[in-house]
């Protein structure tokens, strides 16, 4: 491959190699061109019902032998235009966000270019890049393995093999299976435990992966509950909407006087209208388009969404379980005390940002004495380590790997030592730290003391005293006596109690008959050192965070695995527990059965030292008592816990590729706080949606009963010809336009509302609870009717007869009635952003919908004063007055919404005073 084993490829190497063998991507389906979408927008039912109409309208202007132009057809043509263009808009703009979303969670891969370790978007590999494999890492490419260490790959996606394959580097003699080429590794695989160097062989479609061809079909696209839910909603509403339909044009043509077939055709034409005007079929597309910006808005937060049917599921989240290091805390791993058999040494509080740069440049060692046992202490928990301290040209220090690997590194440099220490020792092999065992071990070659080996070993100081059979004390090794290892064991509880995290390290020299491969069967009989207490100071937006939670009758459970005693503390530092709650660790858990744990649950909310199976477990156990849990996890063995729970969220910054693959959320900042604002903004995206449902649904249902109305009660408002015949209050025109100018854009604009102030002081919503319920159907039928009798008085004030006799012409007439319809509309938009608060409650809050609002405003007057579309939708101008009588019959449905608002709040003044006492 023409490959440094050591450098790697260059920089001009790998980008004459990325351009001619292209990006390492699967082959997928072309990108659709953007007219295939336009096109799309006219394959829709309610689309084939418009073209029936224009088709009818073209039909009446031939039948009635007109030399004008057929007005009636090209205006539903355009409207029919129109409709499409804002479909297209919709669907290209969501999926623009989505393709956003995507580009934010595409897979990494760790190389080594011009001898430097960088990480790039796994696409970017070429054939000859080293490949650094690391215990849950995603395999970017096929690759031959030049190095192995304890390298256990998961390659059930390739060859169905469900346990974990052990790798190496040794030649195959001959041409072997798939799943037996051990010196291999794949792309797409997992890197289950251990650490490994590979030369990348094959990129793309040449990779194994890339010949599987059901691997590459495309994945069909997702389809939320809500989604389903809503398409179900427009199903039934459309059915509902085609029987009305056809229920008033067989009411007009039995009680109209019918002559010819033009009259017949016009009738048809209303009840086509009235059907397509009244079925919300821009329903799904501004679900989507809602959902999509959501989740782009998430992103900017460091929130990132995978899943649409998330964004529903943060909604109803009741039980966060989270990982203390880096998400409660600010995972700047700090050593400040050491605990050895000579007693306590302490170390200036130096901390840095995870993979950045060093708070301070001066690391000397302060305070406390320098003990020989500190010096190995440090040493050797720096040798047992894989991060690196590497200073800048800037003279500034950047550490690079796990920040309690470099914590030793920076307490280390304090001790001016790291440089000899680099010089003396050598590491030749590693025993992986993995979550079960809780340690890790390095096999090093010292080459002042001729070349004797050692093996170091850093751990929990539960674990690693188990191994250990003697102590250093000072320059001597003694026996671990029943005394000495009770003041190790109250050195750790002492750290813990002052909130440290504590690790320790111990050490054995190895004969020269020991085989270094031999793995953790080594981990016998090693010399403890001592430990040291790291400090990781909870962030400070935590605390609050984790009280607004609470206050949204969320339940927070720390999840750790540190020691019971350190998790306590950080616990009831943050509010999660009451002083003195304790916690239950991984070995209590063992001794429980089902029903032990499911008891447990309901009152534990700290766990120490648990493994990833035990988080599997206390999933499962919040689900079954209807929880709806959102887990966080960081390695590749929380995979099975995130995948478990309903809202899976991965680290950004610590998590590996696999959990970020199994998470259905990517924290982006590894911040608690982030968890929370994700919930928030889950809860006002479906109060949004409920908005613009409860205002599409109301508006359609004003449309429709304004017909139904004026059909049924012709004789009682005035409705009538002179031969007795009904006269229809709108044109199928002016049914059309309504639904053009007032469902999109007012509907787009709720769904960016701001979020009500209220958002997090209620209970979690429940899985179960349907998005449109009873409550919201009774108002879209209370506000759709008094949309319509607003409608219908107005024409009746105009009209000769009726309950009001007025002297206007029908042509005028007609024009108010549909002017208030527009106008309650856009007056229903200021009144559906909310279920029970008043429409003044932030009222010019969303400049969007105002927005909205006037491009409606100013399209209505111009239907209705200029003169080419009064033509076209048989308009004719209105005075100053009668647009002051239209708005105030159009604003009684702001006043009835108003009142019935007013009612709901006082029919339910508990709640009130519940909210308010939340609020407080």
Same mark, same amino acid.
């Given at each position: 491959?023409?490959?440094?084993?050591?450098?790697?490829?260059?920089?001009?190497?790998?980008?004459?190699?990325?351009?001619?063998?292209?990006?390492?991507v699967?082959?997928?389906?072309p990108v659709k061109?953007?007219?295939h979408?336009?096109l799309?927008?006219?394959?829709?039912?309610l689309?084939y019902?418009?073209?029936?109409?224009v088709?009818?309208t073209?039909?009446?202007w031939?039948l009635?032998?007109s030399?004008?132009?057929?007005?009636?057809?090209?205006?539903i043509t355009l409207?029919?235009?129109?409709?499409?263009?804002?479909?297209?808009?919709?669907?290209?703009?969501s999926q623009?966000?989505?393709?956003?979303?995507?580009?934010?969670?595409?897979?990494?891969?760790?190389i080594?270019?011009?001898g430097?370790?960088?990480?790039?978007p796994?696409?970017?590999?070429?054939?000859?890049?080293?490949?650094v494999?690391?215990?849950?890492d995603?395999?970017?490419a096929?690759?031959?393995?030049?190095?192995?260490?304890?390298l256990?790959?998961?390659?059930?996606?390739?060859?169905?093999?469900?346990?974990a394959?052990?790798?190496n580097?040794?030649?195959?003699?001959?041409?072997v299976?798939?799943?037996? $080429? @051990?010196? +291999?590794?794949?792309?797409? &695989?997992?890197? !289950?435990? /251990?650490? %490994?160097?590979g030369v990348?062989?094959?990129v793309?479609?040449?990779?194994?992966?890339?010949?599987i061809?059901?691997?590459?079909?495309?994945?069909?696209e997702?389809?939320?509950?809500l989604?389903?839910e809503?398409?179900?909603?427009?199903?039934?509403?459309?059915?509902?909407?085609l029987l009305?339909?056809a229920?008033?044009?067989?009411?007009v043509?039995?009680?109209?006087?019918?002559?010819?077939v033009?009259?017949?055709?016009?009738v048809?034409?209303?009840?086509?209208?009235?059907?397509?005007?009244?079925v919300p079929?821009?329903?799904?597309a501004?679900?989507?388009l809602?959902?999509a910006f959501g989740?782009?808005r998430m992103?900017r937060?460091?929130?990132?969404?995978?899943?649409?049917?998330?964004?529903?599921t943060?909604?109803s989240?009741?039980v966060?379980?989270?990982d203390?290091?880096?998400?409660?805390t $600010? @995972?700047? +791993?700090?050593?400040?005390? &050491?605990?050895? !058999?000579? /007693?306590? %040494?302490?170390?200036?509080?130096v901390g840095?940002?995870?993979?950045?740069?060093i708070h301070?440049?001066?690391?000397?060692?302060?305070?406390?004495?320098?003990?020989?046992?500190?010096?190995?202490?440090?040493?050797?928990?720096?040798?047992?380590?894989?991060?690196?301290?590497?200073?800048?040209e800037?003279?500034?220090?950047?550490?690079?790997?796990?920040?309690?690997?470099?914590?030793?590194?920076v307490?280390?440099?304090?001790?001016?030592?790291?440089a000899?220490?680099?010089?003396?020792?050598?590491?030749?092999?590693?025993?992986?730290?993995?979550?079960d065992?809780?340690?890790?071990?390095?096999l090093?070659?010292?080459?002042?003391?001729?070349?004797?080996?050692?093996l170091?070993?850093?751990?929990?100081?539960?674990?690693?005293?188990q191994?250990?059979?003697?102590?250093q004390?000072?320059?001597?090794?003694?026996?671990?006596?029943?005394?000495?290892?009770?003041?190790a064991? !109250?050195d750790?509880n002492?750290?813990s109690?002052a909130?440290?995290r504590?690790?320790?390290?111990?050490?054995r020299?190895?004969?020269?008959?020991?085989?270094?491969?031999?793995?953790?069967?080594?981990?016998?009989?090693?010399?403890f050192?001592?430990?040291v207490?790291?400090?990781?100071?909870?962030?400070?937006?935590?605390?609050?965070?984790i009280?607004?939670?609470?206050?949204?009758?969320?339940?927070?459970?720390m999840?750790?695995g540190?020691h019971?005693?350190?998790?306590?503390?950080?616990?009831?530092?943050?509010?999660i527990i009451?002083?003195?709650?304790g916690?239950?660790?991984?070995?209590?858990?063992d001794k429980?059965?089902?029903?032990?744990l499911?008891?447990?649950?309901?009152?534990?909310?700290?766990?120490a030292r648990?493994?990833p199976?035990?988080?599997?477990?206390?999933?499962?156990?919040?689900?079954a008592?209807?929880?709806?849990v959102?887990m966080?996890?960081?390695?590749?063995?929380? !995979?099975?816990?995130?995948?478990?729970?309903?809202?899976?969220?991965?680290?950004?910054?610590t998590?590996?590729?696999?959990?970020?693959?199994?998470?259905?959320m990517i924290?982006?900042?590894?911040?608690?706080?982030?968890?929370?604002?994700?919930?928030r903004?889950?809860?006002?995206?479906?109060?949004?949606?409920?908005?613009?449902?409860?205002?599409?649904?109301?508006?359609?249902?004003?449309e429709?009963?304004?017909?139904?109305l004026?059909?049924?009660g012709?004789?009682?408002?005035?409705?009538v010809d002179e031969k007795?015949?009904?006269?229809?209050?709108?044109?199928?025109?002016q049914?059309?336009?309504?639904n053009l100018?007032?469902?999109?854009?007012?509907?787009i604009?709720m769904?960016?509302?701001?979020?009500?102030?209220?958002?997090?002081?209620?209970?979690?919503?429940?899985?179960?609870?349907r998005?449109i319920?009873t409550?919201?159907w009774?108002?879209?039928?209370?506000v759709g009717?008094?949309m319509?009798?607003?409608?219908?008085?107005?024409?009746?004030?105009?009209?000769p007869g009726?309950?009001?006799?007025g002297?206007?012409s029908?042509?005028?007439?007609?024009?108010?009635?549909?002017?208030?319809?527009?106008?309650?509309?856009?007056f229903?938009?200021l009144?559906?952003?909310?279920?029970?608060?008043?429409?003044?409650?932030?009222?010019?809050?969303?400049?969007?919908l105002?927005?909205?609002?006037?491009?409606?405003?100013?399209?209505?007057?111009?239907?209705?004063?200029?003169?080419?579309l009064?033509?076209?939708?048989?308009?004719?101008?209105?005075?100053l007055?009668?647009?002051?009588l239209?708005?105030?019959?159009?604003?009684?449905v702001?006043?009835?919404?108003?009142?019935r608002?007013?009612?709901?709040?006082l029919?339910?003044?508990?709640?009130?005073?519940d909210?308010?006492?939340?609020?407080?």
């Amino acid at each position: 491959m023409d490959t440094d084993i050591c450098l790697g490829l260059s920089n001009a190497q790998a980008q004459a190699r990325l351009n001619r063998d292209g990006p390492n991507v699967l082959r997928v389906q072309p990108v659709k061109p953007a007219w295939h979408y336009l096109l799309a927008q006219f394959q829709d039912p309610l689309v084939y019902l418009l073209l029936v109409a224009v088709a009818i309208t073209l039909a009446i202007w031939f039948l009635s032998d007109s030399r004008d132009w057929p007005v009636d057809a090209l205006v539903i043509t355009l409207i029919v235009l129109a409709n499409a263009f804002l479909g297209f808009f919709q669907e290209t703009r969501s999926q623009r966000a989505v393709a956003a979303l995507a580009k934010l969670t595409q897979t990494t891969s760790s190389i080594i270019r011009d001898g430097a370790l960088t990480r790039i978007p796994s696409e970017q590999l070429v054939i000859g890049d080293l490949l650094v494999l690391a215990e849950g890492d995603s395999v970017g490419a096929d690759a031959r393995l030049i190095q192995a260490n304890a390298l256990q790959v998961l390659e059930a996606s390739l060859t169905g093999e469900s346990e974990a394959v052990s790798k190496n580097t040794t030649c195959s003699s001959a041409e072997v299976p798939l799943a037996e $080429r @051990s010196n +291999m590794v794949f792309k797409g &695989t997992a890197i !289950a435990q /251990g650490t %490994g160097l590979g030369v990348v062989t094959a990129v793309g479609m040449a990779t194994e992966v890339g010949g599987i061809a059901h691997l590459l079909d495309v994945t069909p696209e997702e389809v939320t509950p809500l989604q389903k839910e809503v398409r179900a909603i427009g199903r039934m509403l459309g059915i509902a909407i085609l029987l009305i339909a056809a229920v008033v044009v067989a009411a007009v043509l039995m009680l109209t006087d019918v002559h010819t077939v033009d009259d017949v055709l016009r009738v048809l034409l209303l009840g086509v209208s009235l059907a397509v005007a009244a079925v919300p079929e821009g329903l799904p597309a501004v679900l989507s388009l809602v959902l999509a910006f959501g989740m782009l808005r998430m992103a900017r937060n460091k929130a990132i969404i995978k899943r649409l049917s998330s964004v529903e599921t943060l909604g109803s989240a009741s039980v966060i379980c989270t990982d203390k290091t880096g998400t409660l805390t $600010r @995972s700047e +791993m700090t050593i400040q005390q &050491t605990m050895t !058999a000579s /007693g306590k %040494g302490v170390v200036s509080g130096v901390g840095y940002a995870p993979q950045g740069q060093i708070h301070h440049q001066d690391l000397p060692m302060s305070g406390g004495p320098v003990h020989s046992e500190n010096v190995l202490l440090l040493r050797g928990g720096s040798l047992a380590g894989n991060a690196a301290l590497t200073q800048q040209e800037d003279g500034t220090w950047v550490i690079q790997g796990d920040p309690t690997e470099g914590a030793f590194l920076v307490a280390e440099r304090k001790l001016d030592a790291p440089a000899r220490s680099r010089e003396r020792f050598e590491r030749v092999a590693e025993i992986p730290f993995t979550s079960d065992r809780k340690m890790m071990s390095a096999l090093v070659i010292d080459h002042e003391r001729n070349d004797e080996r050692l093996l170091i070993s850093k751990g929990a100081p539960d674990v690693l005293l188990q191994h250990c059979t003697q102590v250093q004390v000072g320059m001597d090794v003694v026996p671990l006596t029943d005394d000495l290892r009770a003041k190790a064991v !109250a050195d750790v509880n002492e750290l813990s109690g002052a909130a440290l995290r504590t690790l320790s390290v111990a050490y054995r020299p190895l004969s020269p008959e020991e085989d270094v491969t031999a793995g953790p069967s080594l981990e016998t009989a090693l010399v403890f050192i001592g430990t040291v207490g790291i400090s990781d100071p909870p962030r400070e937006e935590v605390a609050p965070a984790i009280a607004e939670a609470r206050r949204a009758g969320i339940r927070i459970i720390m999840i750790t695995g540190d020691h019971p005693r350190t998790a306590a503390r950080i616990a009831e530092d943050l509010g999660i527990i009451q002083a003195g709650a304790g916690a239950l660790t991984g070995a209590d858990l063992d001794k429980l059965d089902d029903a032990a744990l499911a008891e447990a649950v309901k009152s534990t909310s700290v766990y120490a030292r648990v493994a990833p199976s035990h988080k599997l477990r206390i999933v499962d156990a919040l689900q079954a008592q209807g929880h709806v849990v959102a887990m966080t996890g960081d390695g590749v063995n929380d !995979a099975p816990a995130l995948k478990s729970a309903d809202i899976g969220i991965a680290m950004g910054i610590t998590g590996t590729e696999v959990t970020r693959q199994a998470g259905k959320m990517i924290l982006a900042d590894d911040n608690f706080a982030t968890i929370v604002l994700a919930v928030r903004e889950g809860r006002g995206i479906l109060d949004n949606i409920r908005k613009f449902l409860r205002y599409l649904l109301s508006s359609n249902m004003g449309e429709v009963l304004t017909v139904f109305l004026a059909v049924v009660g012709a004789g009682i408002i005035g409705l009538v010809d002179e031969k007795g015949g009904i006269i229809l209050p709108l044109l199928a025109t002016q049914i059309l336009w309504i639904n053009l100018i007032t469902d999109a854009a007012p509907a787009i604009a709720m769904g960016l509302d701001p979020h009500s102030e209220d958002v997090m002081t209620r209970s979690p919503r429940k899985p179960t609870d349907r998005i449109i319920d009873t409550n919201m159907w009774v108002g879209v039928l209370q506000v759709g009717l008094v949309m319509a009798l607003a409608s219908l008085l107005t024409i009746d004030w105009m009209l000769p007869g009726g309950l009001i006799p007025g002297n206007e012409s029908l042509v005028l007439a007609r024009t108010a009635c549909f002017t208030v319809l527009v106008l309650a509309q856009l007056f229903n938009a200021l009144s559906a952003r909310s279920e029970s608060a008043s429409a003044f409650i932030g009222l010019f809050a969303n400049q969007w919908l105002w927005g909205a609002i006037v491009l409606a405003m100013i399209l209505q007057i111009a239907v209705v004063h200029w003169s080419p579309l009064n033509r076209a939708f048989g308009t004719s101008a209105l005075t100053l007055s009668q647009w002051g009588l239209c708005f105030a019959m159009a604003s009684t449905v702001f006043w009835f919404s108003e009142l019935r608002k007013l009612v709901l709040r006082l029919r339910s003044p508990w709640q009130e005073k519940d909210l308010c006492q939340k609020l407080s």
